[in-house]
């Protein structure tokens, strides 16, 4: 049964960071992407950054470049998103997710359905 749990959410004041980890259970996840989302309140939950497990390739949605890093730690199973410079925009729950690589642009890659989701970690910036 595979289990993405995330923590490392809470409240900020912008300009500030936050790490945000997912612990990845249940399985072997090499040929796997995985990726953080967010939803706002009213607002569809939308793709934020993604990795490859395996060669550790990087994607970011525009709003996030030069201010958010995904990495993943194999040994530990796990993934993190640093967010620096916090905007009030960013408020949001922040969603861990995994999917199976099939080939694709990254474009495809965030925008396709996602095999496994975490509870989600609440993420609030004050400004």
């Known amino acids: 049964q595979v289990q993405l749990v995330e923590s490392g959410g809470g409240l900020v004041q912008a300009g500030g960071s936050l790490r945000l980890s997912c612990v990845a259970s249940g399985r072997t996840f090499n040929n796997y992407v995985m990726a953080w989302f967010h939803q706002a309140p009213g607002k569809k939950r939308e793709f934020v950054a993604g990795?490859?497990?395996?060669?550790?390739?990087?994607y970011y949605a525009d709003s996030v470049k030069g201010r958010f890093t995904i990495s993943r730690d194999k040994a530990k199973n796990t993934v993190y998103l640093q967010m620096n410079s916090l905007k009030p925009d960013d408020t949001a729950v922040y969603y861990c997710?995994?999917?199976?690589?099939?080939?694709?642009?990254?474009?495809?890659?965030?925008?396709?359905?996602?095999?496994?989701w975490g509870q989600g970690t609440q993420v609030t910036i004050s400004s």
């Open positions: 997710a995994a999917t199976t690589y099939v080939g694709g642009t990254w474009s495809a890659v965030a925008s396709r359905p996602y095999d496994y």
């Open positions: 990795i490859m497990w395996s060669a550790g390739n990087t």
